[in-house]
C-alpha cells in the first residue's frame, strides 16, 4: 500500500481527504504560501499535537495562534464559539487566514464552524484524532455546534481544504473509543462496501490494531464510500435515491438512545445497537434475512460493540425517534437493507413492529 493515500471529495469545491502515517509534511502544503496566521484549534487536554503542528505552520513563514478549547462536547457552545472569535479578532485574522481543526468530531465540528462564520469563510484544515472523526465527523462539510435545546441545532456546510488522517494519531486513543468509532466503519460495511465486513470477520483482532494493514484498508473504504456519497449529495438535497440518507443507516434509534441517556452513551456504541435494532425492524418487515440480521450483531460483537439496550424503554425511545424525524418534517421512516449491501426505505411501520424490533435488542433482566 502507498504510503499516503489521498480520497478526493467533490463537491462545490473539491478537497482531498489525505491518509497515512506520519502526515505533518503534508500539511505545509494545504496551509499555502499566502497565508499569515494560522489558528490551531485543539482540546485544552491535549496540547501535544497542536505544539507539533505549530511547527510545521512556522516553517511555512505563517504565525500559529494556539487556541485551546475544552474537551470533547464542551467545546460546541456559542460561548467557546465566541471566544475563538475573539482569539481570531485579537490576533488580527484576515480573509487569507486560516483554521485547523485538531481533535475528535466535537473539536472539528467546532473549528469548521469558527472557520465558516469569520469573515463569512476562511481557509479550514482539519486533522482528525479519532477514529470517528476520521471516518465520519471531519469528512462531508457539516460544521456545528449544540445548543441548550439540543445537539447541532446551529451550524453550516462548510467544506475544508484538506482533512488529515494520521493514523499515528490513533495510537493514543483509549481502546473503548477506537472500538466506538468501528461502529461507524461497519455501517458502511453493511450499506454500501460489502469488503468492510469481510476484512472484519476475517480477524478483528487486527481490525482494531491501528498500525495493521487491515485497519488501514477499512478506514480508507469507509471514507471512500463518505467521500462518494457526500460528493453527490453534499447538503442532504436528496436529488434522486438515497442520497446522504443512506449514512444514517441504523441511527434513528441511535440518536434515540442518545436523547434518552441525555448524550452520556458514546455515539458509536449508540449506532452499534441502532444497527442491530434496525437489523431486527428489516427481518421482521420481510425485508432481510435471518442469516443478514445475525450477522449484524456477530460483526458487532466480534468488535466489542454493544447490540443490547435496556428493557422497558420503549415509549420514551418512540418519542425520541419523533422528535428526530421532527426535524426533517417526515413521518418515521428508516435506512433499511433489503439484503446486505441493498439499502432502502422503510416508511412509516406500525408500532407494534418498532416494539418488537426494540424487544429483540432488550437487555433481558436476570
Ligand atoms: N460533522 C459531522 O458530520 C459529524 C459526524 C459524526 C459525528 N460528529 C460529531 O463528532 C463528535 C463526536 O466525535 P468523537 O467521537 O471524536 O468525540 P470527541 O471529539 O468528544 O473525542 C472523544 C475524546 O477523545 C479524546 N481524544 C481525541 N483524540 C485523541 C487521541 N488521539 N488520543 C487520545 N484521546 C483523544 C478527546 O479529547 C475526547 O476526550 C460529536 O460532537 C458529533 O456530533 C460530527
Redesign the pocket.
Known amino acids: 500500500m502507498p504510503n499516503v493515500t489521498h480520497i478526493a471529495v467533490t463537491g462545490d469545491t473539491t478537497y482531498d481527504v489525505v491518509v497515512g502515517h506520519g502526515l505533518d509534511s503534508e500539511l505545509a502544503s494545504l496551509i499555502g504560501s499566502s497565508t499569515s496566521r494560522v489558528a490551531l484549534i485543539h482540546?485544552a487536554?491535549?496540547p501535544g499535537d497542536a505544539r507539533r503542528l505549530a511547527t510545521v505552520v512556522r516553517s511555512t513563514g505563517a504565525e500559529p495562534v494556539l487556541i485551546a478549547v475544552p474537551?470533547?462536547?464542551a467545546a460546541?457552545t456559542a460561548d467557546v464559539l465566541t471566544d475563538c472569535w475573539t482569539a481570531l479578532g485579537r490576533a488580527g485574522f484576515t480573509r487569507s487566514d486560516a483554521v485547523i481543526g485538531i481533535?475528535?468530531?466535537?473539536?472539528?465540528?467546532l473549528a469548521?464552524f469558527v472557520a465558516a462564520s469569520w469573515l463569512r469563510g476562511i481557509r479550514l484544515i482539519h486533522v482528525?484524532?479519532?477514529l470517528?472523526?476520521m471516518v465520519?465527523?471531519?469528512v462531508?462539510g457539516?460544521?456545528?455546534i449544540n445548543t441548550s435545546e439540543g445537539?447541532?441545532l446551529v451550524g453550516a456546510f462548510y467544506a475544508p481544504a484538506g482533512v488529515l488522517c494520521d493514523l499515528d494519531?490513533?495510537s493514543?486513543?483509549?481502546k473503548v473509543?477506537l472500538v466506538?468509532?468501528m461502529a461507524?466503519i461497519v455501517k458502511v460495511g453493511f450499506t454500501t462496501d460489502t469488503a468492510i465486513l469481510d476484512i472484519v470477520e476475517a480477524d478483528p483482532v487486527a481490525a482494531l490494531d491501528v498500525h495493521s494493514g487491515p485497519l488501514r484498508e477499512l478506514v480508507e473504504r469507509a471514507i471512500r464510500v463518505k467521500a462518494s456519497v457526500v460528493s453527490e449529495d453534499l447538503r442532504e438535497a436528496r436529488p434522486g435515491g438515497l442520497g446522504r440518507e443512506v449514512l444514517n443507516y441504523g441511527h434513528t434509534f441511535a440518536h434515540a438512545i442518545e436523547l434518552v441517556e441525555r448524550y452520556t452513551w458514546?455515539?458509536?456504541h449508540a449506532v452499534s445497537v441502532g444497527l442491530a435494532f434496525i437489523a431486527s425492524l428489516g427481518r421482521l418487515s420481510g425485508r432481510l434475512s435471518d442469516a443478514d440480521a445475525a450477522r449484524h450483531r456477530a460483526v458487532l460483537t466480534a468488535l466489542g460493540l454493544p447490540i443490547t439496550y435496556a428493557s422497558g424503554r420503549f415509549p420514551e425511545l418512540l418519542d425520541a425517534m419523533r422528535i428526530d424525524k421532527k426535524s426533517r418534517g417526515d413521518l418515521l421512516r428508516f435506512v433499511i437493507l433489503d439484503g446486505i449491501g441493498r439499502p432502502g426505505l422503510l416508511e412509516g411501520p406500525d408500532i407494534a413492529l418498532l416494539e418488537a424490533a426494540y424487544a429483540e435488542v432488550s437487555e433481558v433482566s436476570p
Do not use: I, W
Request: a negative charge; charged letters at 25%.
Open positions: 482540546p487536554t491535549r474537551d470533547s462536547e460546541k481533535g475528535g468530531g466535537a473539536t472539528t465540528d469548521g482528525p484524532t479519532t470517528l472523526g465520519d465527523a471531519a462531508g457539516k460544521t456545528g445537539k447541532n494519531a490513533l493514543t486513543l483509549p473509543d466506538a468509532g461507524e458514546r455515539h458509536g
